[in-house]
Structures are given as C-alpha cells and as structure tokens.
C-alpha cells in the first residue's frame, strides 16, 4: 500500500436499498459536477443486459479546465455475446476490474473510527500495485458515516 | 502486449458511440446519468457497477465512490453505494494519488478496421493502465463480414 497523508477521511456507504435509488445518487454526483465541487470527474460503468444478451461498458468523464471551460466526454462499448457463459463471464471480468476495495483499520482507542483506510480498485490478486492506505495526518480522526 | 493475451469473446454485434469534449456541455453528463438511471428502472440494465473519482483542486479533495444495482435469484433488485472521500493536503500526493486513480479505473478502447475503415471488425476493451497483463484485458470481436 503507498501510504498517503490525509486530514480528514469519510466514508459513506448504503446498502440493500431499491434499485430506483441509484437515480438520487447519480442526481448527486450531477449536482456536485455542475456546482463545480468535482472540478473533474471520470465514471466508468459496466452493466449487463440479460434479456438482450448485451454486455455495455461506458466512460464518461467531465472537467473544468483551467479556462473555466467545463467539457464533457463519453465513450460507449455494446457487445452482444450470445454463449450464456461467456455473457456472464465478460461482465464478472469487468466489474471485477472496477471494484472499489477499501477496507477500514479501526483505532483501538476510538472504536467505530478507522485509523487507517486502504482503497484500491479492482483485483488485487492480479495487480503489482495494491492501492492506497490513506492515513490521517494528526489528531484529526475521520468520521464513519451510514446512509 | 500480444494478441494471444486477450480474452477472446465472441459476439454477434457491436456498438462504440462517443462524443469529445469539444461540443458537449458539462451540464450533458447530467443526461448521461439520467439516461443510465432511465436504464436501471426500466429494468434494461439488470446489474449495474458504475465507479467514479473526483477532485477538487481547490479544496485538494479526492472522493473515490462506487454504486450498483444487483439482481437475485428471483428477480428481486436492489442497490448499493459506497464513497470515500479524503483531503490531501500535499500537492503532490494528491494529483498522484488522482492520476493512479485514473489510470486503474479508466477503461480503455482499441478499434481495428478492416478493408472497411469505417467498419469496426475488432474492438479491444479493457479497463486500467494494464499494470497487470492477461485476464485484465478483454478482447471483443465482431463476426467476420461475410
């Protein structure tokens, strides 16, 4: 883990909600894209449709650049597999790849609160570079929160 | 990296549309998300994995995040997010750590054409930087034009 240097660490999570609530976070993410609290921002997505077979991978990245001028890019891949396991296989490959692992290393003497954070994306397994351990600077312990 | 390292994955067709920078507003990323929440709800999108990184250099703030949606064994469908969120106060650290963020989740896009240039026969698709080599990589060919 490449340990950096942090003085403040949330993390946020919520689970086992309805699916429909995958709109009010993107509505977030928006939000925080057009007030300029992401001055950029790339989202990679993988998703798969059984009905019609199709794995689809998306890029979309967005920035504000030094001009102030806000750009905004896509990128869209559509592949329909037709062998069943293959189907499923393609899928599980890249959201594999685009996991977020983070595990929390909680403060002994402040439970609840981690001490340290390590983040990476995708498999560990198969990756020199196993991520980042984000470690707080000073007496300044971050805050686990649950939506 | 050579061909014989790629999943190979065969399908029957294929789409890649894209859109630069150039004409596209930053408020149009909003009809992105939309139009993939439109997707998700309709039931189009069976499973869904979507993660994203931000910055903010003025406030030296990196938020790594990711959401999904996830369907049962009886069709039952539900969601999950996780964020995290840290302020880096070394400049360095923090478009480094930016940077590799980037590098890992980013995915990646190879078109080969044929005789036709405006046919796509091969498409290689793939997610990161490639630190890792073989079953990160994918593969994905169209059928051979008759």
Redesign the interface.
Known sequence: M?P????????????????????A???E??D???SG???????????????NRLV?????A???GLDDE??????????????ET?LTQ??Q???L????N?ESIEDTNHPNVPEV?N?????EE????EG?A?VP?EAVHPQLKS? | MSEDEY?K??????????????H???????L???E??D???AG???????????????QQTI???????TQGEYGE??????????????EV?FTD??R???E????W?DAYSGDDPNTVEE?I????DN??E???T?F?KTPQKS
């Open positions: 490449w950096i240097t942090v003085t403040r660490t949330e993390i946020q999570q919520n689970s086992d909600h309805a699916a429909s609530e995958t709109r976070k993107l509505l993410i928006a925080n894209i057009e609290k992401y001055r950029t921002i790339s989202l990679s997505m993988v998703a798969i449709d059984d009905e689809l991978t998306d890029l979309n967005g920035s504000i806000p750009k905004t890019v896509w990128s869209q891949v559509s592949a329909q597999i037709v062998d293959e393609a899928y490959a890249f959201a790849d685009l996991r977020l983070y954070v983040v990476s994306f995708g498999n198969d990756d020199d570079f980042f984000f600077s939506g | 999943w994955v065969r399908v029957t067709h294929i789409d890649h549309s894209e859109a630069d920078g150039e596209r507003y930053l408020g149009d990323l909003r992105k998300l939309m993939i929440a997707k998700v709800e189009i999108y069976d499973e869904l994995s979507l993660n994203y990184f931000a910055n903010n250099q003025m938020t790594v995040g990711q959401l999904g949606t469908r539900g969601s999950y997010w996780e964020e995290v969120k840290v302020h880096i106060p070394e650290h750590t930016y590799a963020f980037m890992d989740a980013t995915i896009l498409l698709v793939f997610v990161g630190r890792s073989g079953d990160t994918k994905i």
